[in-house]
T-cell receptor
Framework: AQSVTQLDSQVPVFEEAPVELRCNYSSSVSVYLFWYVQYPNQGLQLLLKYLSGSTLVKGINGFEAEFNKSQTSFHLRKPSVHISDTAEYFCAVSGQSTNAGKSTFGDGTTLTVKP | DAGITQSPRHKVTETGTPVTLRCHQTENHRYMYWYRQDPGHGLRLIHYSYGVKDTDKGEVSDGYSVSRSKTEDFLLTLESATSSQTSVYFC???????????????FGPGTRLTVL
């Protein structure tokens, strides 16, 4: 079984500032890791994913995340945020041998970008 | 965008009535899921399907049933709706092994259900 902890429920930040959204996971098996974004009144869409290889993963809209196996973390970063990045962000983990491709999601982090 | 639709998009119903939500996909993906989203709880898996007529329970399955008679349709039924089932419901799909998107999930737009 896997679990995900998103360490911050809300992150306010000013426009053009850097941001980091933190995610820790727990698993007894090797994992795949994902970050999804949810804009108001929409479904989730994939930002980026780590499957294997380079621990630094780049995604859409200038976001990147780094997989740290020793610290069981997968923090999401962006060097300069825009108003349009205001959304809820979900970290998710899936065991590499998980039945039916199931993922476990964190509780979400609300990113609010202020002018 | 992945072809996933949910119907209805909004529904208000009364306690004790049955409710069925429909998820339809045009991607021919093997796996389908139903989640509920509530403030402070993220996404919680209700039921999932790994093929036609093959379904299993998630972490919050009490009070819900599902059916999948065709690859493209996954129905979620609340047999007797309660106020605690007021939530936003999301359907998601995922391709099987062998796809570069294996384990990645694609989400529908959601259904907002209010049980009075």
């Amino acid at each position: 079984a896997q679990s995900v902890t998103q360490l911050d429920s809300q992150v306010p930040v000013f426009e053009e500032a850097p941001v980091e959204l933190r995610c820790n996971y727990s698993s007894s098996v090797s994992v795949y890791l994902f970050w999804y974004v949810q804009y108001p009144n929409q479904g989730l869409q994939l930002l980026l994913k780590y499957l294997s290889g380079s621990t630094l993963v780049k995604g859409i809209n200038g976001f990147e995340a780094e997989f740290n196996k020793s610290q069981t973390s997968f923090h999401l970063r962006k060097p300069s945020v825009h108003i349009s990045d205001t959304a809820e962000y979900f970290c998710a983990v899936s065991g590499q041998s998980t039945n039916a491709g199931k993922s476990t999601f964190g509780d979400g982090t609300t990113l609010t970008v202020k002018p | 965008d992945a072809g996933i639709t949910q119907s209805p998009r909004h529904k208000v119903t009364e306690t004790g009535t049955p409710v069925t939500l429909r998820c339809h996909q045009t991607e021919n993906h093997r796996y389908m899921y139903w989640y509920r989203q509530d403030p402070g709880h993220g996404l919680r898996l209700i039921h999932y399907s790994y093929g036609v007529k093959d379904t299993d329970k998630g972490e919050v399955s009490d009070g819900y049933s599902v059916s999948r008679s065709k690859t493209e349709d996954f129905l979620l039924t609340l047999e007797s709706a309660t106020s605690s089932q007021t939530s936003v419901y999301f359907c998601a799909i995922s391709p099987g092994q062998g796809s570069s998107s294996y384990n990645e999930q694609f989400f529908g737009p959601g259904t907002r259900l209010t049980v009075l």
